[in-house]
């Protein structure tokens, strides 16, 4: 989809490829940021809430450590919930990139056949070509040779009443 707009136009031989390859470069360089991000979130906050969490103490507790946990457990549901959102973005992507590189066989092997069919168009001319030389080269010769000439038949005053 992104190629069309992006390079379509061009016509280059390698700037839209160049050009998409380094986007995709850029991409999963963000990709893999974001990811490493939101798995160090995740780490942080579990490891603050098995902290916080005391088994030996009374189950009486303030309620700041309470609305700690809370908010220690919602950042984490919020990292988990965008590890998600990534993992649907990575898979439209790998999609995508799919049909791109579909699109991209189909062109080539579009571009091979046109050029195939240019071969056989020039080899069919001059196969043409060559039978007509050598179709008139026959007629030459059958109309000038003696075998015609004695085959063919004589009109004369005994056959018309």
């Excluded at 136009?9 to 700037?15: L, M, R």
């Excluded at 990575?90 to 080539?108: M, P, R, W, Y």
């Amino acid at each position: 989809m992104n190629k069309g707009g992006a390079g379509g136009g061009s016509g280059g031989g390698g700037g839209p490829t160049a050009a998409a390859a380094a986007a995709a470069a850029q991409k999963q360089k963000s990709l893999l940021q974001r990811v490493d991000a939101d798995i160090g979130n995740i780490v942080d906050n579990f490891s603050f809430l098995v902290n916080v969490a005391r088994v030996n103490d009374p189950p009486v507790r303030n309620s700041q450590e309470a609305f700690m946990m809370e908010m220690r457990a919602s950042r984490m549901v919020q990292a988990a919930d965008t590890l998600l959102k990534l993992v649907s973005e990575l898979k439209q992507t790998a999609i995508f990139s799919g049909f791109a590189s579909l699109n991209d066989h189909v062109e080539q092997r579009t571009e091979e056949f046109t050029e195939q069919a240019e071969k056989t168009e020039c080899m069919l001319s001059r196969i043409g070509e060559e039978a007509a030389g050598s179709l008139k080269e026959l007629e030459s010769h059958y109309y000038s040779s003696a075998e015609r000439t004695s085959s063919l038949p004589s009109y004369s005053q005994e056959t018309m009443p």
